[in-house]
């Protein structure tokens, strides 16, 4: 159930002519009132003799009781209360109840002092109603609606609970702006997959992704071709800014402008500026470590390992460190998906796109994030910028396989970090980021891991036999389900490759294995591939040595999936 909380309005016959009209984005059915201040309205929608401007008369009567200067400017208060798309039909009976509660959660009526403002509530749909109500009491006084949004919320969790209704997650004040109703059927008529809201703030965020000052900030988002506007003070200092995408205008025809905190929390200019300040007073730490600075070299091979490399690192942090610290490398990793996304190649770019919108709000909640600790991350994903798309083949397409396989593991670890604090909606958040991230997974690994999975079948069998008996020796208690997956062939190159690079092969498998507990993956093979190619060093592609050619992923068997196609491991989240 969702309750919202629309602008104020001065016009109650406005108002009330689009309740019972037709509709303009949705079509309104059999209008009629199912609740109101008094139990007792007249309802122009099912007696004819009935007419809007006498309800609208009723409604603001006490308005007549006040000076006229004493009248609030814009008195009509509307609340729209919408239930899931599968929830059960509510009769009128449910709805209007549920309408008594929310004027009475709201500060708007008080019906055990017999005191309150006048009210309605109309239903022209089966899946929702909206109420209108005037803002000034009978007695005269007005009502106390601080925190009305908040105490609304309140009460919807407690009627889904009654009524059987699915359940939403409990917010906290930390997420961005929803979209308004004008903004989503502003974005529909043009076509747009979002919202410009959501436009600008996915772009800011990416421009915001491991950048190191202002002046790479704001030419990152002229790059992007945003329209720019700084806020700057008489002294000259850059107080803030906002920015507007140049193709969405209002009626007189200038672009919508939205400033940075408006588009989401952490996006003012304010908190951009901690990350960049905590990495300056670390520079002066002689024990930290080396700061965000120049991007490495390497292409985009070499940043997604650099990304892996940080990713995993980040896990043991997350899991185990200090709470503050652990919130920055959470919010951190959203710079690293941000920059990742924007640099995928075509046939992941969606998916990433889509893990980092969804992880936009796991990255922040009440537990402020002492930036500084996560320079490691913030210098991944300024690696991944500057470090050029990807082609989606070869090592910078095994390398990306690589990246997101890590990834995977620290998103899922922010899940059971939030899940623990008791951070419901960043929870859920994380855990959609996470199923993204499986399904760009998947399209990544199939054709390195398929390259591996061949060169394992040619591998001859004393050699087989050879990585088999090592198996066994290091993972014992994992060896027999490994090899049952499809995925141990690629396991078996890869550990062909590090004996042959001169590493001990075994106990590079055990320590891998040790790093984390793999009983909850769905491909332990999988999982183990990546550790050890990023950790020996091991080139991601091996394709270019399956008989010349690029090799296929294996077709499925029975009861298994073939290589590449697992999933990842995946841990539940």
């Not at 407690?158 to 929803?178: S, V």
């Not at 209002?250 to 990350?275: C, M, T």
């Not at 899922?412 to 980021?433: D, E, F, I, L, P």
């Amino acid at each position: 159930m969702i309750p919202r909380i629309q602008k104020r309005g001065q016009r109650t016959l406005g108002l009330l002519y689009y309740l019972y009209g037709p509709g303009k984005y949705e079509e309104h059915t059999d209008p009629h009132l199912v609740a109101s201040w008094d139990n007792n309205a007249p309802d122009p929608g099912r007696d004819e003799t009935v007419t809007l401007k006498q309800l609208q008369q009723l409604l603001d009567q006490p308005l007549e009781n006040i000076d006229a200067s004493e009248r609030p400017r814009k008195h009509v208060w509307h609340l729209s209360v919408r239930n899931a798309a599968e929830d059960r039909i509510l009769t009128d009976e449910e709805w209007g109840d549920i309408a008594r509660r929310m004027v009475a959660a709201a500060g708007i009526d008080d019906p055990e002092q017999d005191a309150g403002c006048r009210w309605a509530a109309v239903r022209h749909a089966d899946d929702h109603i909206h109420i209108v109500a005037t803002l000034v009491r009978e007695d005269g006084y007005k009502p106390d609606l601080d925190h009305d949004a908040a105490r609304v919320q309140a009460q919807a969790r407690t009627l889904e609970a009654e009524l059987g209704l699915r359940r939403l997650n409990k917010g906290d004040g930390t997420a961005a702006q929803r979209p308004t109703s004008a903004e989503r059927h502003k974005a529909a008529r043009q076509g747009r997959e979002r919202t410009a809201r959501e436009e600008l703030r996915e772009t800011v965020r990416r421009a915001v992704a491991g950048a190191t000052s202002e002046e790479e900030f704001f030419d990152r988002l002229a790059a992007a071709g945003l329209l720019i506007r700084k806020r700057v003070a008489p002294s000259g200092d850059l107080l803030g800014y906002k920015v507007a995408l140049p193709d969405d205008r209002n009626k007189d025809d200038e672009p919508v402008f939205y400033p940075g905190a408006r588009l989401a929390p952490d996006l003012s200019l304010p908190r951009i500026r901690e990350r960049w300040t905590a990495d300056a007073a670390r520079d002066q730490d002689p024990a930290a470590t080396q700061p965000v600075s120049r991007p490495a070299p390497g292409g985009p091979a070499a940043a997604r390992r650099r990304a892996a490399s940080a990713a995993w690192t980040a896990v043991l942090v997350v899991e185990h460190g200090d709470d503050t610290v652990a919130a920055a490398y959470i919010a951190a990793a959203g710079e690293v998906l941000d920059a990742l996304a924007q640099t995928s190649a075509a046939h992941t770019r969606r998916e990433l796109r889509e893990a980092a919108f969804a992880f936009e709000r796991a990255s922040r909640s009440h537990i402020r994030a002492e930036r500084g600790h996560d320079r490691a991350l913030r210098q991944a994903a300024r690696d991944l910028v500057h470090g050029g798309p990807a082609l989606g083949r070869g090592e910078d397409g095994a390398s990306t396989a690589m990246a997101i396989d890590m990834l995977f593991f620290l998103i899922t670890a922010a899940v059971h970090w939030h899940a623990k604090k008791g951070h419901a909606q960043q929870a859920a958040a994380a855990r959609q980021a996470a199923e993204h991230l499986r399904a760009a997974y998947q399209t990544a690994a199939a054709q390195p891991l398929g390259a591996l999975y061949q060169r394992g079948r040619h591998l001859g069998r004393p050699l087989l036999q050879q990585q088999t008996t090592r198996l066994r020796e290091a993972l014992p208690e994992l060896a027999e389900q490994i090899l049952a997956e499809p995925g141990w062939y690629a396991l078996a190159a890869t550990l062909a490759d590090a004996e042959a690079a001169g590493h001990d092969a075994t106990a590079l498998l055990a320590d891998a294995a040790e790093r984390r507990e793999l009983n909850t993956a769905e491909s332990v093979s999988d999982v183990l591939v990546w550790r050890l190619r990023r950790t020996a060093d091991l080139p991601a592609d091996t394709s270019d040595v399956v008989n010349g050619h690029t090799a296929q992923p294996p077709t499925r068997r029975t009861g298994q999936r073939p290589a590449g196609r697992s999933g990842s491991r995946r841990g539940r989240s």
